[in-house]
């Protein structure tokens, strides 16, 4: 089916071409065109079109693009997935191409907070009603993004509609229809600090870049705030950081808290969001750090070393002292957790089965069972050397004395095993020989 719907302007979302369409059959069922233009009736997204593979395919007569190009040009996908992992852009484009469900597409938007209503700028609607290929305002991509106060071409302050963020059916209406007719009230030009002209060009160019770049899904902050002088990296000064970090900035944050954050930047939230753990997929906010380290600081947050989880910086290393293990002596431990009652006392667990309480004093040398103070479980293997020893005929206070146990704890080994028979002695002379 071909729908001869007006071609998209340059910058113009999908959404704006979409209810373009709409307002020029006003007695049609919406329903009815919008089944027409993407093959299912859906709700038209500001942000995040989908059926875009359709939606080609029937206006390919006029419109004359691909699946493709509408969404990195036509679009905030490349905005709004800028910072998210391969297996969510992946994700993202199989919703905007073909419409598949994904559930977490919504909350990504969420997440990403964009201004609550659709903007537009006063020059360039102007000067948009005065180009002889359009002569009528649209929604732009570029004064949708958050982070961003003014036209990226003009300066202007860019101004609030009417029309809400998110989709709606009730809110389908194009930029011809719900800007004023006369732009020269709204127009006004606030002074803007370099600091916000320069994280202006940088949230520009993602949505613009026509392409993902691989990025860490969390840079190692604290790596960079250690070599910039803020502490080491165990211990920053979130307090002097922060301090450094608004100084730079200057209005920039307070305007973000106004325009759409729901918890005010602070030393908390600096703290907070150096040390969260997974994807950090807020573009204002990574920019807002790789922006300060790289002008303020002279260093490259892409440049160090990988971020190491709290569990690695913090506890110090074991080794099994499991004699009977496999994986023989040297082995790392799995898991070391501090007592809550002394600090100096860990429980370790190692991949064998066997779990202890150990002294940290212990730790990063090879232990031996002596340096046990209490065992938690054996494990499989020591049941199987006890096996082994009343094979060979030994009794419960030799198989106590040859494991080095107290006969009641040597007992509770004894119950768990059971003698080996001869076919069982051969196959575990195997199994040893081939080891």
């Given at each position: 089916?071909?729908?001869?719907?007006?071609?998209?302007?340059?910058?113009?979302?999908?959404?704006?071409?979409?209810?373009?369409?709409?307002?020029?059959?006003?007695t049609v069922s919406r329903?009815?065109?919008?089944?027409?233009?993407?093959?299912?009736?859906?709700?038209?997204?500001?942000?995040?079109?989908?059926?875009?593979?359709?939606?080609?395919?029937?206006?390919?007569?006029?419109?004359?693009?691909?699946k493709e190009e509408m969404?990195?040009?036509?679009?905030?996908?490349?905005?709004?997935?800028?910072?998210?992992?391969?297996?969510?852009?992946?994700?993202?484009?199989?919703?905007?191409?073909?419409?598949?469900?994904?559930?977490?597409?919504?909350?990504?938007?969420?997440?990403?907070?964009?201004?609550?209503?659709?903007?537009?700028?006063?020059?360039?609607?102007?000067?948009?009603?005065?180009?002889?290929?359009?002569?009528?305002?649209?929604?732009?991509?570029?004064?949708?993004?958050?982070?961003?106060w003014q036209c990226d071409?003009?300066?202007?302050?860019?101004?609030?509609?009417?029309?809400?963020?998110?989709?709606?059916?009730?809110?389908?209406?194009?930029?011809?229809?719900?800007?004023?007719?006369?732009?020269?009230?709204?127009?006004?030009?606030?002074?803007?600090?370099?600091?916000?002209?320069?994280?202006?060009?940088?949230?520009?160019?993602?949505?613009?870049?026509?392409?993902?770049?691989?990025?860490?899904?969390?840079?190692?902050?604290?790596?960079?705030?250690?070599?910039?002088?803020?502490?080491?990296?165990?211990?920053?000064?979130?307090?002097?950081?922060?301090?450094?970090?608004?100084?730079?900035?200057?209005?920039?944050?307070?305007?973000?808290?106004?325009?759409?954050?729901?918890?005010?930047?602070?030393?908390?939230?600096?703290?907070?969001?150096?040390?969260?753990?997974?994807?950090?997929?807020?573009?204002?906010?990574?920019?807002?750090?790789?922006?300060?380290?790289?002008?303020?600081?002279?260093?490259?947050?892409?440049?160090?070393?990988?971020?190491?989880?709290?569990?690695?910086?913090?506890?110090?290393?074991?080794?099994?002292?499991?004699?009977?293990?496999?994986?023989?002596?040297?082995?790392?431990?799995?898991?070391?957790?501090?007592?809550?009652?002394?600090?100096?006392?860990?429980?370790?667990?190692?991949?064998?089965?066997?779990?202890?309480?150990?002294?940290?004093?212990?730790?990063?040398?090879?232990?031996?069972?002596?340096?046990?103070?209490?065992?938690?479980?054996?494990?499989?293997?020591?049941?199987?050397?006890?096996?082994?020893?009343?094979?060979?005929?030994?009794?419960?206070?030799?198989?106590?004395?040859?494991?080095?146990?107290?006969?009641?704890?040597?007992?509770?080994?004894?119950?768990?095993?059971?003698?080996?028979?001869?076919?069982?002695?051969?196959?575990?002379?195997?199994?040893?020989?081939?080891?």
């Amino acid at each position: 089916m071909n729908v001869f719907m007006s071609p998209a302007y340059d910058d113009e979302l999908v959404y704006n071409v979409c209810t373009r369409y709409l307002a020029e059959f006003p007695t049609v069922s919406r329903e009815r065109i919008i089944t027409d233009v993407f093959g299912v009736n859906i709700v038209l997204s500001p942000h995040l079109p989908r059926n875009l593979h359709q939606f080609c395919e029937r206006t390919g007569q006029v419109i004359a693009k691909t699946k493709e190009e509408m969404f990195w040009w036509h679009s905030m996908y490349p905005f709004i997935c800028a910072y998210q992992t391969s297996e969510r852009r992946a994700q993202a484009r199989d919703y905007a191409f073909y419409g598949r469900a994904v559930r977490r597409m919504p909350g990504i938007l969420a997440a990403i907070e964009p201004p609550k209503f659709l903007r537009w700028c006063p020059d360039c609607v102007v000067e948009d009603r005065a180009r002889p290929d359009c002569g009528e305002a649209y929604w732009r991509r570029t004064h949708q993004i958050p982070g961003v106060w003014q036209c990226d071409k003009h300066g202007t302050d860019l101004v609030d509609s009417q029309v809400p963020r998110f989709a709606s059916v009730t809110s389908d209406h194009p930029a011809e229809m719900m800007i004023p007719r006369n732009v020269r009230p709204f127009r006004k030009k606030r002074p803007c600090s370099p600091m916000e002209a320069l994280l202006r060009k940088h949230l520009v160019a993602l949505l613009k870049a026509g392409h993902f770049e691989d990025r860490p899904e969390h840079p190692n902050f604290r790596e960079a705030a250690a070599r910039a002088g803020f502490g080491p990296t165990v211990k920053i000064d979130y307090t002097e950081l922060y301090e450094a970090f608004s100084e730079y900035w200057g209005d920039v944050l307070e305007r973000l808290d106004e325009r759409y954050r729901t918890r005010p930047a602070g030393v908390s939230w600096l703290h907070a969001q150096f040390n969260a753990r997974g994807l950090m997929g807020q573009p204002v906010v990574r920019e807002l750090f790789d922006i300060f380290f790289r002008d303020r600081c002279g260093l490259d947050v892409y440049q160090m070393p990988p971020l190491e989880s709290s569990y690695k910086r913090f506890m110090p290393v074991f080794y099994c002292p499991n004699p009977y293990a496999a994986h023989g002596r040297g082995e790392q431990v799995k898991r070391v957790t501090r007592c809550k009652d002394n600090p100096d006392i860990l429980d370790i667990s190692c991949k064998c089965g066997f779990t202890a309480m150990v002294s940290a004093a212990s730790a990063g040398k090879t232990m031996t069972m002596a340096d046990v103070i209490k065992v938690g479980k054996f494990g499989p293997t020591w049941p199987e050397q006890c096996a082994k020893l009343r094979a060979e005929g030994k009794g419960l206070s030799q198989v106590a004395k040859e494991l080095n146990l107290p006969e009641n704890t040597a007992r509770y080994l004894w119950r768990q095993s059971k003698p080996l028979l001869a076919a069982d002695e051969k196959t575990l002379k195997k199994q040893e020989s081939a080891k």
